[in-house]
T-cell receptor, first 115, second 115 residues
Framework: EAGVTQSPTHLIKTRGQQATLRCSPISGHTSVYWYQQALGLGLQFLLW???????NRGNFPPRFSGRQFPNYSSELNVNALELEDSALYLC??????????????FGPGTRLTVL | AQTVTQSQPEMSVQEAETVTLSCTYD???????LFWYKQPPSRQMILVIRQEAYKQQNATENRFSVNFQKAAKSFSLKISDSQLGDTAMYFCAFMRNQGAQKLVFGQGTRLTINP
C-alpha cells in the first residue's frame, strides 16, 4: 500500500514569492493535515482538511492557505513568503470516519527554503 | 491548551541496551490519545506506538513499550534491545478525543544508538 506522498521534495523561493506544496493521502483516507517543522519551533499544526472542507486551523497568518480536492489530495499555499517560513512541511492523512482519533500517517515532507 | 514536554534533548546508548525516553503533558481533558513518533534522518515521521487514555494497560509494540501514568500525566517510551536503526528523533504527541484533531508535539529527543 502506497504511503502519503508529497511534492516537491525541496523548494527554493525568494521573499515575497508564493509557494505551493502538494500532498496525496493514503488511498481511502479522507483527512489531510499539514504541519510545519521549523528549526527551534518544533512541529506545529497548520491545517486540517476533511471531505474537501477546512475543519481546523492552527495559529498561522491567513497567507497560509490550502485546499482539498475531490480525490482527497491537498495543496498548501504560502503567499508573500518570509524568511521565517523556511521549514520542513509535513503532510499527514487519516481515515476520519473510522473515529476522530484515527492515527495520522505522515509523508516525507517538503523542505521549503526562503532566500 | 495542551502542552507536551520532553525533558531530554539528546540521549545516547550502546546497541542492545534498554533506553527510556520521558514525556509529560498537561491537559484538563479526561479522554485523549498519546503517541510516540520517530523521525529518522530520512525525515519520514513514523508511528511507533499509540495509547488511549481510557485504557489502563500500557501499549506494547515488539521492542517498544510505554509506561503511561495518567495521574502523573507521564508517558515514557522504553526501547528494549536497541538497534542501530532506532537512531532517530523521537516525538511524543497528544491528541484530544474530540474536536480539533490536531497533534500537539513535544520538542523531541534525539536518540543515538552506538555500535
Amino acid at each position: 500500500e502506497a504511503g502519503v506522498t508529497q511534492s516537491p521534495t525541496h523548494l527554493i523561493k525568494t521573499r515575497g514569492q508564493q509557494a505551493t506544496l502538494r500532498c496525496s493521502p493514503i488511498s481511502g483516507h479522507t483527512s489531510v493535515y499539514w504541519y510545519q517543522q521549523a528549526l527551534g519551533l518544533g512541529l506545529q499544526f497548520l491545517l486540517w482538511y476533511d471531505e474537501g472542507e477546512e475543519r481546523n486551523r492552527g495559529n498561522f497568518p491567513p497567507r497560509f492557505s490550502g485546499r482539498q480536492f475531490p480525490n482527497y489530495s491537498s495543496e498548501l499555499n504560502v503567499n508573500a513568503l518570509e524568511l521565517e517560513d523556511s521549514a520542513l512541511y509535513l503532510c499527514a492523512s487519516s481515515f476520519y470516519r473510522l473515529g476522530p482519533t484515527d492515527t495520522q500517517y505522515f509523508g516525507p515532507g517538503t523542505r521549503l527554503t526562503v532566500l | 491548551a495542551q502542552t507536551v514536554t520532553q525533558s531530554q534533548p539528546e540521549m545516547s546508548v550502546q546497541e542492545a541496551e534498554t533506553v527510556t525516553l520521558s514525556c509529560t503533558y498537561d491537559t484538563s481533558e479526561s479522554n485523549y490519545y498519546l503517541f510516540w513518533y520517530k523521525q529518522p534522518p530520512s525525515r519520514q515521521m513514523i508511528l511507533v506506538i499509540r495509547q488511549e487514555a481510557y485504557k489502563q494497560q500500557n501499549a506494547t509494540e515488539n521492542r517498544f513499550s510505554v509506561n503511561f501514568q495518567k495521574a502523573a500525566k507521564s508517558f515514557s517510551l522504553k526501547i528494549s534491545d536497541s538497534q542501530l536503526g532506532d537512531t532517530a528523533m523521537y516525538f511524543c504527541a497528544f491528541m484530544r478525543n474530540q474536536g480539533a484533531q490536531k497533534l500537539v508535539f513535544g520538542q523531541g529527543t534525539r536518540l543515538t544508538i552506538n555500535p
